[in-house]
């Protein structure tokens, strides 16, 4: 007796079909699987075994050999656990109906429950768009499937239920599709509760409209960690298609919200500064995403960037610049998605004072630079904005005076990236941090007054050829929030304001 079954493999975000066939024929009793399986697939043997004597099923008592098609292509993980039971079922006659339109994703306890696996978004969608028409998924991962329009989701608690349910006993009834709530789609953190800082808050407003990175410099207390938190709240509402990439990412990395399963706001991240390299980037022996593509359409804040171990900070500067991590195995390499604003925070100096208004900084110029120097030069080169946070006033702290809303401020920033949109419309270019240098002269154009004053600058400062690549892009920026064309006086004046460490701190000291 043949049979074949729809499967679903996984390797890293990509799903692919996978055919589970079976072979059973009269002759001694024995149970193989075929088809580049790993050891974790060749271990199904034992729990499917197990969890048909649990679930009060017979066993065959024949020669059954599984094939997983296509056979050469690696079979990893526990996922094929489910199709292959199915399978057999289906050759032993239990299934009287046709199932050539439905796919099954499960692992089995030797109990016969079936447990809840890693990567149902991504394998689910997949499913939909080769048409099939129905997902069997173990019950804990039916609301995520059910994200998935177009497609009927089944979940599934233990083998003895999709028995029953595929023998026309006792039906499941699928899973309704899940729509985000209309409060989902709002950030808990609002721009609204910092008071005063407007010099902070506007910076960030024009970091957030050209999707530029920022790090901000500033006393213990001072509130960057405030304000980088509020960062999502004004960047723009994610699109479908950014929510379930980033969703596809969660999926893998098994942490899909039980009560949201679809992420609708941007994420925050915020690793430790004691974080290793495969926690920031991914890893692993099956290669998990990191918390860099954890941040996917979102911001990734290293706060204290100075206490990061520097190594696993280099290793970031690739992911940044490319959007996308690859992660190589023996078994071949996967790569992640990562298009983050990367935010970073620290102290000035060791004790945090230097440069304070009224605290008096206790460290010494050496331990000043010193500290400042954990930071490599390029990586400092993927922050186009330095921004210094001052301590909140105390008249700003107690005063009753109602700050502007996130909401009003993303408002602002949509248009701003409305302005990006159309004139990056085919290039491929996401927003003015992502401008290249071959357009960067055409797409920046100064007025004679801007062009002036940029030159002035650049010899008094003595900028690097880099910085002013990254003042000319944070200037664009702050045009298109004014609306203008070309970029003019105020608006380099204003680019160089946030360019903290090229005046201050670093470089011409
Ligand atoms: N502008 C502000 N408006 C209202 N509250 C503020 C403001 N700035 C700071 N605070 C209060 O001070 C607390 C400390 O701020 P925060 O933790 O963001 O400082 P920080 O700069 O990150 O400090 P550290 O360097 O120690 O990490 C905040 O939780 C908040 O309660
Ligand atoms: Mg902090």
Redesign the pocket.
């Known amino acids: 007796m043949f049979c074949r079954i729809n499967g679903i493999g996984l390797n890293g975000l990509n799903a692919y079909p996978v055919d589970v066939e079976v072979e059973m024929s009269r002759g001694l009793e024995r149970f193989d699987i075929v088809g580049l399986a790993d050891a974790a697939v060749r271990e199904s043997r034992e729990r499917i075994k197990s969890a048909f004597r649990s679930s009060g099923i017979k066993f065959p008592g024949a020669s059954t050999v599984i094939n997983l098609a296509p056979a050469d292509v690696k079979k990893s993980g526990s996922t094929h656990d489910l199709p292959i039971a199915v399978a057999i079922l289906d050759a032993l006659g239990e299934i009287p109906s046709d199932i050539g339109d439905a796919a099954f994703v499960g692992e089995l306890s030797l109990g016969g429950e079936v447990r809840s696996v890693n990567g149902v978004l991504p394998m689910t969608i997949m499913a939909q768009k080769n048409g099939v028409k129905r997902i069997f998924v173990p019950k804990d991962n039916a609301f995520e499937a059910s994200v998935v329009a177009g497609i009927e989701v089944y979940g599934v608690g233990t083998l003895a239920e999709l028995h029953r349910h595929l023998g026309g006993i006792t039906p499941i009834s699928p899973t309704p599709q899940y729509v985000p709530k209309p409060d989902s789609y709002s950030d808990r953190l609002d721009f609204s509760?910092?008071?005063?800082?407007a010099f902070?808050k506007r910076a960030l407003e024009v970091a957030a409209c050209g999707g530029h990175n920022v790090i901000?410099i500033?006393?213990?207390?001072?509130?960057?960690?405030?304000?980088?938190?509020r960062i999502p709240s004004i960047l723009p509402t994610m699109t479908f298609e950014e929510s379930i990439e980033t969703t596809n990412v969660y999926s893998i990395a098994g942490m899909i919200d039980k009560d949201e399963p679809l992420i609708v706001r941007r994420p925050f991240r915020s690793p430790h500064h004691t974080v290793s390299t495969a926690g920031l980037t991914g890893g692993g022996s099956v290669p998990k995403p990191g918390e860099i593509s954890l941040a996917h359409n979102g911001l990734l804040f290293l706060?204290?960037l100075a206490e990061f171990n520097r190594q696993t900070l280099e290793v970031l500067r690739q992911p940044v610049e490319d959007q996308k991590v690859t992660i190589s195995r023996a078994a071949g390499s996967v790569s992640y998605p990562c298009s983050v604003m990367l935010v970073a925070?620290?102290?000035p100096c060791p004790c945090?004072y230097y440069g304070h208004p009224t605290k008096k900084c206790v460290c010494t110029q050496r331990q000043v630079s010193q500290y400042l120097s954990k930071i490599s030069g390029p990586l400092l080169d993927r922050f186009d904005l330095h921004i210094e946070?001052a301590?909140?006033a105390y008249e700003?702290?107690s005063s009753d005076i109602k700050?502007e809303p996130s909401a009003v401020i993303r408002e602002r920033v949509q248009r701003a990236r409305e302005i990006q949109n159309e004139r990056f419309s085919g290039t491929g270019i996401s927003c003015n941090a992502r401008i290249t240098p071959d357009i960067l002269r055409d797409v920046c154009r100064l007025t004679d007054g801007a062009n002036a004053l940029l030159k002035d600058v650049f010899d008094r400062l003595g900028l690097s050829a880099r910085a002013y690549d990254k003042i000319l892009k944070v200037a664009r920026t702050v045009a298109d929030m004014d609306g203008a064309a070309d970029i003019d006086r105020q608006h380099i004046s204003q680019a160089v304001r946030y360019r903290t460490l090229d005046r201050k701190f670093w470089v011409n000291e």
């Not at 509760?193 to 800082?197: A, N």
């Open positions: 509760d910092v008071k005063g800082q902070a901000m500033g006393a213990p207390g001072s509130g960057k960690s405030m304000l980088a938190k706060d204290e925070a620290m102290n945090g946070i301590p909140v700003n702290l700050e």
